[in-house]
């Protein structure tokens, strides 16, 4: 092997480095899990059921990212499951989109994909503790509602739209402290 070969494979870095078997067992439960879930069955069977309609779009699936804590967090995104006049549950045309939320020490920045919509066509609405988007056109619904990690000043928030991305920061209430404040003896 050369020195170039060697310098490339020091490079390149596993993407699931950061994970250890326990935290691969706990994406891959999570993932079975999904599968095996009676929602994800009912909405599989509606559709089946119901015709595959080519205009009635599906989609099933979730996110990831690593908490604060060092752990993976999952967040279920896709059509969502109501329940029709009958009571059976069925698929809605309505999306929960892919989001991320990230608490900053001053803000917290919330990133959500909401393609083929125009801005003047997105609802949003920040309370102190939640962020709730709707998206309801005749080719697209989106909605979601966000708990948020801390109390932030919701006449703060700032929004941009860009190629299907939607980013929100919003202040915090108060500013994020880290660690705690204590005398420390020096030897």
Do not use: W
């Not at 060697?6 to 891959?28: A, L, V, Y």
């Not at 009571?87 to 989109?97: A, D, L």
């Not at 880290?178 to 005398?183: A, E, L, P, Q, T």
């Amino acid at each position: 092997m050369n020195s170039f070969d060697e310098e490339n494979n020091r490079r390149k870095k596993n993407p699931f480095d950061f994970m250890d078997d326990e935290t691969f067992e706990r994406i891959f439960d999570e993932v079975q899990n999904m599968f095996e879930s009676q929602d994800f069955k009912d909405m599989l069977e509606d559709m089946f059921r119901n015709g595959m309609n080519p205009d009635k779009k599906f989609v099933q699936g979730f996110s990831m990212n690593i908490g604060p804590d060092g752990k993976p967090r999952f967040h279920k995104i896709g059509n969502k499951k109501v329940i029709s006049p009958q009571g059976k549950p069925t698929v809605s045309e309505q999306q929960e989109p892919l989001t991320d939320v990230i608490e900053g020490i001053d803000d917290v920045a919330i990133t959500v994909e909401i393609p083929g919509v125009q801005k003047d066509e997105i609802d949003l609405n920040v309370t102190k503790n939640q962020v709730e988007l709707l998206v309801d056109t005749p080719n697209r619904k989106y909605q979601k509602t966000l708990d948020l990690p801390c109390e932030v000043k919701p006449k703060t928030t700032k929004a941009t739209y860009n190629n299907g991305v939607l980013d929100v920061v919003i202040q915090r209430k108060d500013r994020k402290r880290d660690g705690s404040k204590f005398k420390v003896n020096i030897e």
